[in-house]
Structure formats: structure tokens, C-alpha cells
């Protein structure tokens, strides 16, 4: 049973420390266990609104492996309009691969969300844009204007964004049809067997701890099919394309075939191999989209290069 709860003044969220975790900082382990940054991590340490076993901890303290953490995020019922009234600045790394009338595509770095949302008050693609003075459509909840779809704060790699309210409706729509070709990268442990494949198995809410998804029976329903690029000694670069867009999936999927994505230590990856290769986040990059522009039906598609540190880690792998 995890120890008593620190009175909260917003969402408290109790969470036991993973075996992949242990020796690790506090802001650094809690950082990649709810996909905070590690600025905010340190922030809330030091107004104690972090605890190891009951005990404050600061951000230096170390993590032990069957431990229980403990941290206060902000409110999760504050009104939206609370939520996205925080100062907008300028998203580092953030670009723009393409823009028109109707859409806005960007290259997403590392370490920023899609959009605000409760216990987030790091970067945004939303507010990147709007810094930008690019303007997107009004449709959805007030907090996720114009987005579409999303990737994870620790995932990079190709977005599109709705600008007017005709692409927005279109857009979701053919996310919602299949009719959109999302292919990633990604880097897992060892080597699939077979090299080429489809893993059709479905994805919820982890059963105790649900900052996490699982593999789980009666979840929704979750289609992910892949390519082995190239082999190294230790791990397998491979093509990914989704045909669902389920939370985590493939983080989920090839955690459950006993190849997490290196580096990501949340769904079982070995902390070791992501140290030798220079790594601190999950080796998953969304490398090319395709859609029909939703102004005029024309296909187009585009394709995110590999950021720095994902490109290092390949160097390191092949040696």
C-alpha cells in the first residue's frame, strides 16, 4: 500500500518507483514517468510539493527501485480559459515545414506538449504558434485549438495543426477515418521476431497504475504495423505505420513484445543501453505524415528529419 498522501492543493498523484528508475533523481525519474520537464519537476520540489515514502524530497534526491512517490499537480478543474492564460513565449526548436491558408505543419522538438492541459506548464505547440503569430481554427475544447491529433512531450517529429475551421472538421474526420499515413521511426531493444509484422492487440488504462497503458483484454481496439530498417548488436531500428491512434501505442505494443523503444524506461527498457547511447527519452521520432489537403483533396506528405539526439544515438548504436 503506498504511504499517506500529502494534503493536496490540486491533483495528487501517488505512483511507485520502476525497477528502471532506481538510483535515478528525483526530477530526472518523475520527469519521465508523467512526461513533465525537469524544470518543473525541480520547481515543485522545492515547494515541497514532492514526497519519496511521506518524506519531502528535493530534486537531487536519489530514486529507489518499490519506493512510492508522491507529487501535487495543479488543479485539474480549473476552467479552461485558466488553463491557456499562462505567458506565451517562443517554443525552441519548434519549426515550421509547411503553411497555407488552412494548415500549419511543424516539426515538433523534444520536451513540448501539443497542447496546455492540467499538470503541463511547460512549452506547447499551441502556444509556439500562437508566439509565432500564426493563428489556428477555433473549433475543439478551448485548450486544444486547432489540434487534430498529438504526440507525446517526449516524442518529436511531423504535426499537422488546423488553421481554418473547414481543415479543422476535415482533418478530424480523416484521423477518425484511417485515411491518414502516420509512419514513425523508432528505436526498440533486440530484435522483433519476425523482422516484419503486425501486432493487433488491444490498448486501455493499465489496470493499477493508470499514468500507464497496457496491453489489456477488452481494451480498444489497436492495429500497429513495422519494418526492421536496419539491425545493430543491441537493438533494431525499425518502420512503424499506425493504423489506430491509440495513447502510447506503440511505447505499448512493442513493450509488450519485450522490445520497448530504447530509452523509455516507463514501459520496461533497459536504463543501461540508453546511457551508452547518450539518451534520455524514448527513441521515437513521427518521421512522415500524408493526408488529402483538406482545402482541395490533393495528396500531400511530409517528412521530419531526425533530431540531433536521436541521430547521435543511431552513431553510438553502430559502433
Given at each position: ?113 501539443a497542447h496546455?492541459?492540467?499538470?503541463w506548464t ?183 528529419p531526425y ?13
Amino acid at each position: 500500500m503506498p504511504p499517506t498522501p500529502l494534503p493536496p492543493v490540486g491533483e495528487l498523484r501517488s505512483l511507485p518507483v520502476p525497477d528502471g528508475l532506481d538510483g535515478m533523481r528525483v526530477d530526472a525519474g518523475l520527469a519521465r514517468m508523467l512526461g513533465l520537464s525537469r524544470t518543473v519537476v525541480a520547481a515543485l520540489a522545492e515547494e515541497g510539493r514532492v514526497a519519496v515514502d511521506g518524506r519531502a524530497a528535493g530534486k537531487s534526491d536519489r530514486l529507489v527501485a518499490g519506493g512510492w512517490l508522491e507529487v501535487e499537480l495543479p488543479d485539474p478543474e480549473r476552467e479552461a480559459s485558466e488553463v491557456i492564460s499562462g505567458p506565451v513565449e517562443v517554443v525552441a526548436g519548434l519549426g515550421i515545414l509547411y503553411e497555407d491558408d488552412d494548415i500549419v505543419v511543424v516539426d515538433k522538438p523534444v520536451g513540448v506538449a501539443a497542447h496546455p492541459s492540467p499538470g503541463w506548464t511547460g512549452p506547447t505547440v499551441v502556444g509556439g504558434l500562437t508566439a509565432l503569430g500564426v493563428r489556428v481554427a477555433t473549433s475543439g475544447a478551448a485548450e486544444r485549438q486547432g489540434i487534430v491529433h498529438r504526440l507525446d512531450v517526449g516524442t518529436t517529429g511531423v504535426m499537422v495543426v488546423a488553421k481554418s475551421e473547414h481543415a479543422y472538421s476535415e482533418l478530424k474526420r480523416a484521423f477518425k477515418e484511417r485515411t491518414v499515413d502516420k509512419r514513425y521511426h523508432a528505436v526498440v531493444q533486440g530484435h522483433p521476431d519476425p523482422s516484419r509484422g503486425t501486432i493487433d492487440a488491444p490498448i486501455d488504462r493499465h489496470p493499477r497504475h493508470d499514468w500507464r497503458f497496457a496491453v489489456v483484454e477488452g481494451g480498444r481496439p489497436s492495429v500497429t504495423h513495422y519494418d526492421t530498417i536496419e539491425a545493430f548488436r543491441a537493438a533494431s531500428l525499425l518502420d512503424v505505420r499506425l493504423e489506430t491512434g491509440r495513447t502510447h501505442q506503440i511505447r505499448v505494443h512493442f513493450s509488450a513484445m519485450r522490445h520497448p523503444c530504447v530509452g523509455d524506461v516507463t514501459y520496461g527498457a533497459d536504463p543501461t543501453l540508453a546511457k551508452r547511447v547518450q539518451l534520455d527519452r524514448q527513441w521515437l521520432h513521427a518521421h512522415e505524415l500524408g493526408f488529402a489537403h483538406p482545402a482541395d483533396g490533393r495528396r500531400v506528405d511530409f517528412t521530419s528529419p531526425y533530431p540531433a539526439d536521436l541521430a547521435h544515438s543511431l552513431e553510438l548504436l553502430q559502433d
